[in-house]
Protein backbone atom coordinates (compact mmCIF):
# COMPACT_ATOMS: atom_id res chain seq x y z
CA UNK A 1 0.00 0.00 0.00
CA UNK A 2 1.53 3.68 -0.72
CA UNK A 3 -0.29 6.59 0.80
CA UNK A 4 0.16 9.53 -1.54
CA UNK A 5 -0.37 13.30 0.18
CA UNK A 6 -0.24 16.18 -1.70
CA UNK A 7 0.47 20.06 -0.54
CA UNK A 8 1.59 23.25 -2.52
CA UNK A 9 -1.56 24.50 -3.92
CA UNK A 10 -2.67 27.65 -3.56
CA UNK A 11 -4.41 30.87 -5.23
CA UNK A 12 -2.09 32.52 -8.08
CA UNK A 13 -2.62 35.00 -10.79
CA UNK A 14 -2.47 34.27 -13.74
CA UNK A 15 0.81 34.70 -15.78
CA UNK A 16 2.56 33.04 -12.31
CA UNK A 17 4.09 30.20 -11.25
CA UNK A 18 3.14 26.78 -8.58
CA UNK A 19 4.96 23.57 -7.37
CA UNK A 20 2.93 21.22 -5.88
CA UNK A 21 4.23 18.44 -4.28
CA UNK A 22 3.63 14.39 -3.77
CA UNK A 23 4.39 12.85 -0.30
CA UNK A 24 4.33 9.46 -0.32
CA UNK A 25 4.67 6.51 2.25
CA UNK A 26 4.08 3.19 3.12
CA UNK A 27 6.36 2.21 -0.11
CA UNK A 28 9.39 3.20 -2.15
CA UNK A 29 7.50 5.22 -4.90
CA UNK A 30 10.78 4.08 -6.88
CA UNK A 31 8.31 0.96 -7.85
CA UNK A 32 5.93 3.26 -9.23
CA UNK A 33 5.15 5.41 -12.59
CA UNK A 34 3.72 8.86 -11.20
CA UNK A 35 1.37 10.81 -12.61
CA UNK A 36 -0.37 14.32 -11.95
CA UNK A 37 -4.24 14.52 -12.88
CA UNK A 38 -6.49 17.54 -12.38
CA UNK A 39 -10.23 17.84 -12.30
CA UNK A 40 -12.27 20.78 -12.43
CA UNK A 41 -15.43 21.62 -10.85
CA UNK A 42 -18.20 20.45 -13.04
CA UNK A 43 -16.07 18.66 -15.69
CA UNK A 44 -14.27 14.82 -15.33
CA UNK A 45 -10.69 14.35 -13.88
CA UNK A 46 -8.03 14.66 -16.53
CA UNK A 47 -4.09 13.58 -17.23
CA UNK A 48 -1.55 16.03 -16.49
CA UNK A 49 1.58 14.70 -16.74
CA UNK A 50 3.65 11.29 -15.90
CA UNK A 51 6.83 10.45 -15.08
CA UNK A 52 8.66 6.82 -15.07
CA UNK A 53 9.82 5.00 -12.14
CA UNK A 54 13.88 6.13 -12.93
CA UNK A 55 12.52 9.81 -13.94
CA UNK A 56 13.82 9.23 -17.23
CA UNK A 57 10.84 9.33 -19.38
CA UNK A 58 8.38 12.15 -19.44
CA UNK A 59 5.01 12.52 -20.80
CA UNK A 60 2.20 15.30 -20.92
CA UNK A 61 -0.97 16.21 -21.80
CA UNK A 62 -1.08 18.80 -24.86
CA UNK A 63 -2.51 21.23 -22.68
CA UNK A 64 -0.40 21.55 -19.99
CA UNK A 65 3.43 20.66 -22.68
CA UNK A 66 5.76 23.36 -22.39
CA UNK A 67 4.50 25.07 -19.42
CA UNK A 68 4.37 21.96 -16.66
CA UNK A 69 7.48 20.00 -15.39
CA UNK A 70 6.94 16.61 -13.41
CA UNK A 71 9.87 15.77 -11.99
CA UNK A 72 10.60 13.05 -9.02
CA UNK A 73 12.78 12.41 -5.73
CA UNK A 74 12.88 8.68 -5.30
CA UNK A 75 15.41 9.22 -2.22
CA UNK A 76 13.10 11.66 -0.82
CA UNK A 77 9.93 9.63 -2.21
CA UNK A 78 8.17 12.63 -3.37
CA UNK A 79 7.00 13.60 -7.08
CA UNK A 80 6.65 17.45 -7.67
CA UNK A 81 4.70 19.23 -10.13
CA UNK A 82 6.24 22.47 -11.24
CA UNK A 83 3.81 24.82 -12.80
CA UNK A 84 4.36 27.90 -14.65
CA UNK A 85 2.10 30.39 -17.30
CA UNK A 86 -0.76 29.46 -15.34
CA UNK A 87 -4.04 30.49 -16.76
CA UNK A 88 -7.74 30.62 -15.28
CA UNK A 89 -8.16 27.34 -16.88
CA UNK A 90 -5.94 25.78 -14.95
CA UNK A 91 -7.63 25.80 -11.83
CA UNK A 92 -8.91 22.47 -10.34
CA UNK A 93 -7.52 19.83 -8.03
CA UNK A 94 -4.67 18.37 -8.56
CA UNK A 95 -4.33 14.88 -7.78
CA UNK A 96 -0.96 12.79 -7.66
CA UNK A 97 -1.35 8.65 -8.02
CA UNK A 98 0.85 5.86 -8.32
CA UNK A 99 1.01 3.01 -11.41
CA UNK A 100 2.38 0.05 -12.30
CA UNK A 101 3.18 1.41 -15.71
CA UNK A 102 3.70 4.57 -17.56
CA UNK A 103 -0.08 5.62 -18.17
CA UNK A 104 -2.48 8.55 -19.33
CA UNK A 105 -6.05 7.18 -18.18
CA UNK A 106 -6.41 7.14 -14.50
CA UNK A 107 -7.86 3.70 -14.20
CA UNK A 108 -4.22 2.37 -14.34
CA UNK A 109 -3.53 3.75 -11.25
CA UNK A 110 -3.98 1.95 -8.15
CA UNK A 111 -3.23 4.54 -5.59
CA UNK A 112 -4.48 8.27 -5.15
CA UNK A 113 -3.79 11.64 -2.91
CA UNK A 114 -6.76 13.51 -1.77
CA UNK A 115 -5.91 16.13 -3.98
CA UNK A 116 -4.58 20.04 -3.76
CA UNK A 117 -6.74 22.57 -4.65
CA UNK A 118 -4.79 25.21 -7.30
CA UNK A 119 -6.91 28.52 -8.25
CA UNK A 120 -5.52 30.81 -10.97
CA UNK A 121 -7.12 34.02 -11.18
CA UNK A 122 -7.26 36.14 -14.20
Known amino acids: QVQLVESGGGLVQAGGSLRVSCAAS????????MGWFRQAPGKEREFAAV????????FYADSVKGRFTISRDNAKNTVYLQMNSLKPEDTAVYYC???????????????WGQGTQVTVSS
Open 26 to 33: GRAIGSYA
Open 51 to 58: ISRSGGST
Open 97 to 111: AASFRVAVSGRDYDY
